[in-house]
């Protein structure tokens, strides 16, 4: 049976001010437990927005009618389904924000971020994050307000779509979770529609660093290790701003080389027993510093196995 597919858009007025943007790093910090990994940060949007490298195409590819897009005459309906269908498909590793050309990428949605309450001086609002993934890379997609609730009705994780008419800003080292230098957000004429395809291999790759590199490398890295665990020092659990979080604090050693890695709730809770001893690869971990030491926590979308 074929499958039906499912379109949706944004349709209400293109007028998203600065509020829904810079409220994201404020609202999604003060949610976090202290010295726990935000699940989704980004940083403003209003220097973004102000500049010129963000690319935003706004053209509404979707032929859903709604009384401030329809085309006037039947040749308008026409060049717009024609552009839609003529937008070049990228991979996700292409992404960056000189592209100046319509654009759709093909992606399955590989992780699902709790959608988060904003407040500010300027205004209230909601986000919600995806991270997407094709045979190229990943990607994390962001939507505000209205956005936010469209998107989240549509998305489901593991499922994939096409999507087009999407924001591409820099992501801010500090809070990012994938190792992609960019991120996406939808705009108020973003299409995403299902489609049955699967994009990418699922079994994880792995771009291994070796731990004596850490030191080495810029904090807020987003890197792909293998160790083995030499002391588990236990999982504790505590509340803040009445979200409850999890932590392990391992010791972990690759040819004589030592470094401390912290397990974040699911993480934390995958292994019900002393880990001490086992082999472990990670994948999407980032490197942090505390007391001038190097050190590793996970993600919300890190991976990992043991042997």
Not at 145 to 156: R, Y
Request: with cysteine; aromatic share 8%; net charge neutral.
């Amino acid at each position: 049976m074929k499958r039906k597919s499912s379109k949706r858009r944004c349709t209400r007025p293109n007028h998203t001010t600065n509020n829904d943007i810079n409220a994201s790093n404020t609202e999604i910090q003060a949610n976090v437990p202290q010295n726990e990994p935000a699940i989704v940060r980004n940083e403003s949007y209003e220097q973004a927005e102000n500049s010129t490298q963000t690319s935003a195409i706004n053209i509404a590819f979707s032929n859903t009618t709604s009384s401030t897009q329809t085309p006037t005459n039947t040749n308008e309906s026409n060049q717009t389904l024609q552009t839609y269908q003529n937008a070049m498909l990228i991979n996700i590793n292409e992404i960056n924000t000189d592209l100046n050309f319509i654009w759709k990428i093909h992606a399955t949605v590989t992780s699902v971020y709790p959608k988060r309450n904003y407040t500010n001086s300027h205004s209230v609002g909601e986000i919600s994050c995806w991270d997407l993934k094709d045979n190229s890379g990943s990607i994390t997609l962001a939507a505000f307000n209205l956005n936010s609730h469209i998107m989240s009705d549509l998305l489901q994780m593991n499922q994939t779509y096409e999507f087009s008419n999407l924001s591409v800003r820099l992501a801010s080292d500090s809070f990012k979770t994938l190792a992609h230098s960019y991120q996406l957000v939808c705009t108020n004429t973003t299409v995403a529609t299902q489609i049955t395809s699967t994009p990418y291999d699922e079994t994880p790759t792995f771009n291994f660093v070796h731990l004596i590199q850490i030191a080495d490398l810029p904090l807020n890295s987003i890197i792909d290790v293998q160790a083995n665990v030499v002391r588990d020092f236990g999982i504790s659990t505590g509340v803040r701003n009445a979200s409850v979080w999890t932590r392990r604090y391992l010791h972990i050693t690759q040819d004589g080389i030592q470094t401390g890695l912290t397990l974040w709730n699911d993480q934390a809770r995958l292994i019900d027993h002393n880990m001490t001893g086992l082999q472990i690869k990670l994948k999407n971990v980032k490197i942090s510093s505390f007391d001038g030491t190097q050190s590793l926590f996970t993600l919300p979308n890190t991976h990992l196995s043991t042997s």
